[in-house]
């Protein structure tokens, strides 16, 4: 059994920023990559910021310049701060991640986290 859990979101007023924090817990043997989606009302879940395990990192453009995309897969902690926030950037943020459990013959399973709000208001 593994979980992601996801904190950080809120209300924001346009140009602001918010910091958002995902933690990766339970039967863990290795993580191979972890990121950030999001879903605004009516749209399909999209990439926001992946960072792999070799630390290579991708964004999607829209958010290219404005947030950036940290943590530690070995430490299963991922981390997105949103700076110059826009009222497109309205949406539940989920956190994601490729688990590979103890015991295991699947590979890595993708996991999701329950999502987080962020509101930002123009």
């Known amino acids: 059994q593994v979980q992601l859990v996801g904190s950080g979101g809120g209300l924001v007023q346009a140009g602001g920023s918010l910091r958002l924090s995902c933690a990766a817990s339970g039967n863990i043997f290795s993580i191979n990559v972890m990121g950030w989606y999001r879903q605004a009302p009516g749209e399909q879940r999209e990439l926001v910021a992946t960072?792999?395990?070799?630390?290579?990192?991708n964004y999607a453009d829209s958010v290219k310049g404005r947030f950036t995309i940290s943590g530690d897969t070995a430490k299963h902690m991922v981390y997105l701060q949103m700076n110059n926030l826009k009222p497109e950037d309205t949406a539940v943020y989920y956190c994601?991640?490729?688990?590979?459990?103890?015991?295991?013959?699947?590979?890595?399973?993708?996991?999701w986290g329950q999502g987080t709000q962020v509101t930002v208001s123009s």
């Open positions: 960072i792999t395990a070799s630390g290579g990192i």
């Open positions: 994601n991640a490729g688990i590979q459990q103890y015991g295991s013959n699947w590979g890595f399973l993708d996991i």
